[in-house]
């Protein structure tokens, strides 16, 4: 089973350097995973140096906490797209959806997909601080909202993508946005696990180790 079109290729650390940038577009092309992921301060770097090849370019928002406002997280959407990101990935504000505020989580995911048009939008739930009710309330609101995939984990949170988690997703999503596992995922059996469950995509800084049989660390 050949796992390297599930994979975006991700690079989000703090000290993460444009040679580092560089390198992940390199090993993106090598590789032929199907995109890379970075911050959206770098996305018209991985633009250029993707330049001429078909892997995508996705852009985190919002990332990691999701606790900025609204309009800064359509801005930064609006932007990353404008420097060439072909994918979103925001993080929700899971504090909005822990305090009730429920309206406001359907409403910022469907601002950040209207600012996105045609191009797709994972939205990051954060599993790790949600209950299961929870996490498909914001499966529910992510599909409302018109979102593309619900997305289990940033990496930078207390834990990553679970089993359980992706069953439970899946069953709240009821085929209306696809899934994505990020988070801990380190290895090909693991990887292979969330596919034939039916995660669509893998978000990992291990996508060489996972297409060559090795075992990564980190996220």
Not at 33 to 58: P, R
Not at 79 to 84: F, K, S, T
Not at 118 to 130: A, D, Q, R
Request: charged share 25%; with cysteine; glycine share 10%.
């Amino acid at each position: 089973m050949k796992l390297n079109k599930y994979i975006d290729h991700t690079l989000l650390k703090a000290t993460a350097t444009v040679s580092e940038i560089e390198n992940l577009c390199a090993e993106a092309v090598k590789y032929d995973f199907f995109s890379v992921c970075v911050n959206s301060g770098y996305v018209s770097y991985a633009k250029e140096f993707l330049k001429g090849t078909e892997i995508k370019v996705c852009s985190v928002v919002g990332f990691p906490l999701g606790a900025m406002s609204t309009a800064a997280k359509v801005f930064e959407t609006e932007r990353a797209i404008a420097d060439g990101a072909d994918e979103i990935d925001m993080v929700i504000n899971v504090g909005w959806l822990q305090s009730g505020e429920v309206e406001k989580v359907r409403e910022e995911i469907a601002l950040i997909k209207k600012a996105c048009g045609n191009k797709v939008l994972k939205v990051i739930l954060e599993t790790c601080y949600l209950t299961d009710d929870e996490k498909r309330l914001a499966c529910e609101l992510s599909v409302k909202a018109g979102a593309d995939f619900v997305k289990t984990s940033t990496g930078f949170g207390s834990g990553g993508a679970t089993i359980s988690d992706v069953q439970l997703m899946k069953e709240a999503v009821n085929g209306n946005a696809k899934i994505k596992a990020s988070g801990g995922v380190r290895d090909f059996q693991t990887a292979k696990q969330y596919i034939d469950l039916g995660v669509e995509r893998i978000g990992t800084s291990n996508g060489i180790a996972i297409v060559t049989g090795g075992k990564g660390e980190g996220y």
